[in-house]
């Protein structure tokens, strides 16, 4: 019968879960406390308000929901858009994919905006499918996991905003890795997820909503019920009681949130920008190829081609084995055929990005002195 201790710890590099460090697992076994207790309260307000300055907006109703990543999209789904709706949806990859489906499952008129895998979306093509008038949002995934590949933001909200509808972006893998300013490009609501970039456990989606979205508001879902949120998060009065918080986890964002304060989002942004290019380039070594073409390519997620001789399922069943490394395959199309590497977090460091290089030369028989080299003169470069 095994146990937790018969699970043993991993160098996450894959597409997430990212490392968690111990600050944030000593967070996590802190003592729980009742979800109504004021103690908790007053940290809560202090997480809306970090979690305010990472997402840089100023909106009040930015708190984590209680749900991983896929329930912010959901949540999303199912509170600002309606039956009928016309909404045009990005799609370059897995997550654009998955938002189109969850839409078109809730009814919405969902139009499609496809780009190849590996590739962003040019930005003209959304702003034509979002002049229709009819265009109730527009959605995109700011960086997709699935390749790799960072989506322009700029000019989308003037071409939705004009007819009133919304801008509405998912920054799962983005969030405190990869520039994002969300009052900024003018998005209406957001949402994340804790174990990427935030280097917390999965379980929290980190919600944000403005003004423009706020008066769409819909309460079909009971559980996604965004005003009894606000009831809880944002009351003026006593919180009221909808469903109980996920205490620990809300304890352990805000150690993840206090951390990426200390370092200052932009030097973590730097840091993400510097990590990802070093890696490349020892990857390079071995012959793996970016698919991202240079200044599309998200900072927190490096997509590869794997080399011909190269055998997936066997190298990377090897490094989590072996090495006790995990990296993620490729998704849909490029199953098979590509690596992705999360750069997320506290796995956006020389030290782990060093013990993959090694150990990726270990099992393929590569130029590891070379490769070692190459990691080190990126992390020099910056
Ligand atoms: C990971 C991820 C999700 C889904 O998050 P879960 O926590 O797995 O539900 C959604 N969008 C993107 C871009 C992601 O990387």
Known sequence: MPTVEDVPARLLLGSGPSPVPYRILKALSHPTVGHLDPAF???QDDLAARLRRVMKTTNKVTFPLSATGSGGMQAM?????????????GVHGAFGGRMADALGRAGADVV??????????E?????????????????VVHGETSTGVAQPLDGLADAIHGHDGLLLVDCVTSLA?????????????????????????PGLAPFTVGDRALARLRRRSWYFDLQAMVDYWFADGPRAYHHTAPINMIYALHEGLRIVDEEGLEARWARHAVAHEALRQALAVFGFERFAPDGEQLS??????????????????????DFGIEVSGGLGPLAGRAWRIGVMGEG????????LVRAVAGLIGGDEAAAVRALAEGWAAA
């Open 41 to 43: 309260g007053a940290l």
């Open 348 to 355: 956006a460091n020389q030290e782990p990005q060093e013990r």
């Open 300 to 321: 927190s997620l490096l997509a590869v081609q794997i080399p011909e001789a190269v055998d997936d399922a066997a190298v990377r069943g090897a490094l989590l084995q």
């Open 112 to 121: 499609k905006v496809e780009q190849q895998w590996g590739r962003a979306i």
């Open 77 to 89: 789904v199912d509170t600002l858009i309606a039956p009928g709706d016309r909404v045009v949806v």
């Open 123 to 139: 930005v003209e093509r959304l702003v034509e499918a979002a002049a229709d008038e009819a265009t109730r949002a527009l959605f």
């Open 177 to 201: 890795g990869h520039p994002l300013d969300l009052d900024a490009a003018g998005v209406d609501a957001a949402f994340s997820g804790t174990q990427k970039c935030l280097n917390v456990p």
